[in-house]
């Protein structure tokens, strides 16, 4: 069955990097676009960014263009998010979800990342 | 990329149906039959549980059905049940090949 099991969330200063992982199995991975998706606290559903099946385009939200890269490894049945420039507005639940022409279909558990001094 | 519009609340008691707004522009939800509707329990993750407008993975109860008029899309939850207390986003494509979600709107079963 299809499984997405994000790692690498934690606490964090301003300012600072974090990257998240995604690993993917039970499906094709590289027949699949890739969304991270981000909820703080208590909050809505904020989609973060998009990675084409094959890694060759990538979109993302304002807020988060130039600090933010979404990539992928198809070899490794894995999806990226490099955080940069932390800020504490990006404290959330990071998922990642699987995308079949705008059908988000499946979803990780999600990871959290805290930003705070 | 403004969050698609969506009440905050809506209530309903057992076995009535209900019905969730969803209101965008002609650069996404208006624009495009890219548009979804996800069911998220607290401390769970999102699921889906309409897509392309109308379509239902299969799995998901036909008590769930969407539609859409102009801008705005719209889920009805028909017998509601208990279970289907919970808070729901609509989201959709956008002109800009990104992804917005709706607000959310928090159903409540009396």
């Known amino acids: 069955q299809v499984q997405l099991v994000e790692s690498g969330g934690g606490v964090v200063q301003p300012g600072r990097s974090l990257r998240l992982s995604c690993a993917a199995s039970?499906?094709?991975?590289?027949?699949?676009?890739m969304h991270w998706v981000r909820q703080a606290p208590g909050k809505g559903l904020e989609w973060v960014a998009v990675?084409?099946?094959?890694?060759?385009?990538?979109y993302y939200t304002d807020s988060v263009k130039g600090r933010f890269t979404i990539s992928r490894d198809n070899s490794k049945n894995t999806l990226y998010l490099q955080m940069n420039s932390l800020r504490v507005e990006d404290t959330a639940v990071y998922y990642c979800a699987r995308d079949l022409r705008w059908k988000v279909d499946s979803w990780g558990q999600g990871t959290l990342v805290a930003v705070s001094s | 990329q403004s969050a698609l519009t969506q009440p905050a609340s809506v209530s309903g008691s057992p076995g009535q149906s209900i019905t969730i707004s969803c209101t965008g522009t002609s650069s996404d939800a208006g624009g495009y039959d890219y548009v979804s509707w996800y069911q998220q329990h607290p401390g769970k993750a999102p699921k889906l549980l309409i897509y392309n407008v109308s379509d239902r993975p299969s799995g998901v109860s036909n008590r769930f059905s969407g539609s859409k008029s102009g801008n705005t899309a719209s889920l009805t939850i028909s017998g509601l049940q208990a279970e289907d207390e919970a808070d729901y986003y609509c989201?959709?494509?956008?002109?800009?090949?990104?992804?917005?979600f709706g607000s959310g709107t928090k159903v409540t079963v009396l």
């Open positions: 039970g499906f094709t991975f590289s027949a699949y676009g």
């Open positions: 989201g959709s494509y956008t002109t800009f090949s990104t992804y917005v």
């Open positions: 990675i084409w099946y094959d890694g060759s385009n990538e």
